[in-house]
């Protein structure tokens, strides 16, 4: 850990000389290219590696295999449970001696602005354009399996949290896998959740961090023509600094407050563009249903949609991943099940409905090539996806295919896509600072390093195009999901628990509707 | 007969105390008449909030309690019962018209009592607090200038 750090430093230092002459930059990204690929290829192999004899990775088999396991075992709660949820977000069942606490809204609003963000706009575009449209398909059966999993983990996340004497709490899956471990007379808890937190750290650099920076600046040079992506980087540091760590929580507020109104008039716009093409809507459909099972020309057919739509979905929602469970611990609600159903509708909201939007507009754009001919898209082997118009993929292409129906909406993404970047950002230095307290202790000197050391990796991000860097922070956001996935599976007969008691008590009416 | 009971809101000013002192009197003119002394902390269940705010919410809360107990609740139910008035303070989270109508439906109140809150611009326009409070009500309300 230590190590990685000294040596993620170093990197940095290594690159500051050249941040002056900005121009070098090219070189920097090879070198540090070089040293990350050099040094974590392996693992990042290991992690992706395909289940023998296939393309299939495994890792995307292992959050979809969790989810159905969880699916089945709560016995289709996403289901059940659907119509609860929405009932404890409206606050039906909010006692109102606990108003002014938090309350189910906020905690679904504040982790939902954690995962709203570049997964729906550029990971859709990404699956899209490598597994075709019928990757959206895959990406939608994951998201709905995936309820279950939040539900898991954000149950256990609330029941688990470490309550301070000053009243703050902390939670997430290193509380929940010592606390439920010892409870349940388990070996390996305290290791298990080292591990975890090892990775939450690194994820937090990396995919809550460097990529959400790198691709905020490649968004903003795409519109406002080409510049150094240091400055970028420079910019968005200061302002994260800022507000984790200079107390301008105003900026934070404003940011928190912009975001759900960005994503509402996202998923509006999307709907209007769907509206005017009304007449594609089935057709695309229909793309996204033959496609999904034939995979309609993409390299590796049906395993090829199946494998980007589980994989963008896993990396949209983070179902399975455990960060969620660190956001929603913070309710203080006397039933840990309830946190388990309102954040199952994060998958829903995130995935079924958000990107499911974003691939629709794309497909209906046409910016994907098709052969008129045989219906089939024309493969571009060189890039390794669907060629497409004016040869882009990630947020460029979201962008044009959006541009299609509104021209002026490129700007509009600019600014969305920096601001979701931005609140990304914010939120993985708060999932990133857990796992760091929970290492090294609770304290303003111990918190201050995590958060420089966050900034400096914005700056990293932003300035280079780390390929290598950006595979090895998805390799140790799947990690997480490893160390997770394991623990849940130990638990949830500790969730099952607590949901038949509480479904009970529902029944039997000791549990009253306050509206 | 049985007991009558006046909610008061208070909101710490001027208008509030003139609010409180007119209760106190109705009060004793009726005879048998407690006064529900109530504060509410302005505050929405539906409010985006970053997650250091929802982590620090329930310290916040014990703190924003403690104060309106502190600064304006306490010295209001010192008062009226130095005035003889059976009373009793209560303080809530929550919009100020809903929480005082239901306060008032709960312990069926004979009225309500506010002070009138200078409201201007905007919140003039679509009703404000009293506004707001009068076009709800199950009881009779006063507003006190």
């Not at chain 1, 993929?393 to 541009?403: E, K, M, P, R």
Request: glycine share 12%; hydrophobic share 50%.
């Amino acid at each position: 850990m230590n190590k990685l750090l000294t040596f993620a430093m170093a990197a940095f230092a290594s690159l500051l000389p050249s941040l002056a002459a900005a121009q070098e930059a090219a070189g920097i990204d090879q070198r540090i290219n070089q040293i990350f690929a050099d040094y974590t290829g392996w693992y990042v192999s290991f992690i992706f590696a395909p289940l023998p004899g296939t393309n299939f990775s495994w890792i995307a088999l292992w959050l979809v295999v969790g989810a159905v396991v969880f699916t089945v075992y709560f016995g289709a709660i996403q289901l059940k449970g659907f119509w609860h949820s929405i009932q404890l977000v409206k606050g039906d069942y909010s006692d109102p001696d606990d108003a002014g606490e938090v309350s189910h809204f906020q905690a679904l609003a504040t982790a939902l602005s954690g995962t709203v963000g570049l997964g729906n706009i550029a990971g859709v575009a990404v699956a899209v354009s490598i597994g075709g449209p019928g990757a959206t398909f895959w990406m939608v059966i994951a998201g709905l399996f995936g309820m279950a999993t939040k539900f898991t983990e954000c149950t256990l996340g609330v029941k688990y949290r470490n309550e301070f004497p000053d009243g703050h709490v902390s939670g997430g899956p290193m509380y929940y896998i010592v606390k439920g471990f010892s409870e349940r007379g388990l070996p390996l808890g305290g290791f298990m959740a080292v591990l975890f937190s090892i990775f939450t750290i690194l994820g937090a650099l990396g995919g809550g961090n460097m990529f959400q920076a790198n691709q905020a600046h490649a968004q903003l040079a795409g519109v406002l023509g080409d510049y150094p992506g240091w400055i970028t980087g420079v910019v968005l540091a200061g302002v994260t600094f800022a507000v984790i760590a200079g107390g301008l929580k105003s900026i934070a507020r404003v940011t928190e407050k912009i975001v759900p109104f960005m994503g509402i008039f996202y998923v509006l716009v999307s709907i209007l563009i769907l509206i005017i093409n009304w007449d594609m809507i089935g057709w695309a459909f229909g793309q996204i249903f033959m496609g999904a099972f034939t995979g309609l020309g993409v390299v590796g057919g049906f395993t090829g949609a199946l494998i980007q739509g589980f994989r963008r979905a896993a990396f949209s929602n983070e179902a399975g991943i455990g960060s969620a469970a660190i956001a929603h611990s913070a309710v203080r609600t006397k039933e840990p099940v309830t946190e388990g159903y309102v954040a199952l509708l994060e998958p829903f909201i995130d995935t079924v409905v958000i990107c499911t939007m974003t691939a629709l507009v794309i497909v209906i754009s046409g910016v994907l090539n098709q052969d008129p001919e045989t219906g089939l898209y024309i493969w571009n082997a060189e890039a390794g996806r669907i060629a497409t118009e004016g040869d882009v993929s990630g947020v460029a292409l979201t962008s044009a295919a959006y541009a299609r129906a509104f021209s002026w909406f490129p700007v509009l993404l600019m600014v969305a896509v920096v601001l979701f970047a931005f609140s990304t950002m914010i939120s993985w230095s708060y999932y990133g600072l857990k796992a760091w307290t929970y290492l090294f202790g609770e304290g303003a000197a111990k918190e201050l390093t995590f958060k420089v050391i966050f900034c400096l990796f914005i700056v990293i991000g932003a300035a280079a195009s780390l390929g290598p860097v950006i595979d090895f922070s998805d390799a140790m956001l799947f990690s997480m999901a490893i160390v997770n996935i394991i623990a849940l599976y130990f638990l949830m007969p500790i969730v099952k628990r607590e949901l038949n008691s509480y479904v009970a008590r529902l029944r039997s009416g000791e549990i009253v509707k306050h509206k | 007969m049985t007991k009558s009971t006046i909610v008061v809101g208070l909101d710490g000013s001027e208008a509030g105390a003139r609010a409180l002192a007119f209760a106190q009197s109705q009060a004793k003119q009726i005879g048998d008449c407690s006064i529900t002394v109530c504060f509410v902390i302005e505050w929405s269940p539906f409010t985006f909030q970053t997650k250091e705010e929802n982590e620090q919410r329930h310290k916040r809360r014990e703190q924003e309690l403690q104060r309106a107990h502190d600064v304006v609740l306490d010295p209001a139910v010192a008062e009226a019962k130095a005035a003889g008035v059976e009373v009793e303070g209560i303080v809530r989270h929550g919009d100020v018209a809903d929480i005082l109508e239901a306060v008032a439906k709960k312990r069926g109140a004979v009225q309500i009592v506010v002070g009138r809150v200078g409201e201007r611009g905007l919140k003039r326009l679509f009703g404000g607090v009293t506004g707001r409070l009068v076009a709800g009500s199950s009881v009779p309300v006063t507003i006190i200038p």
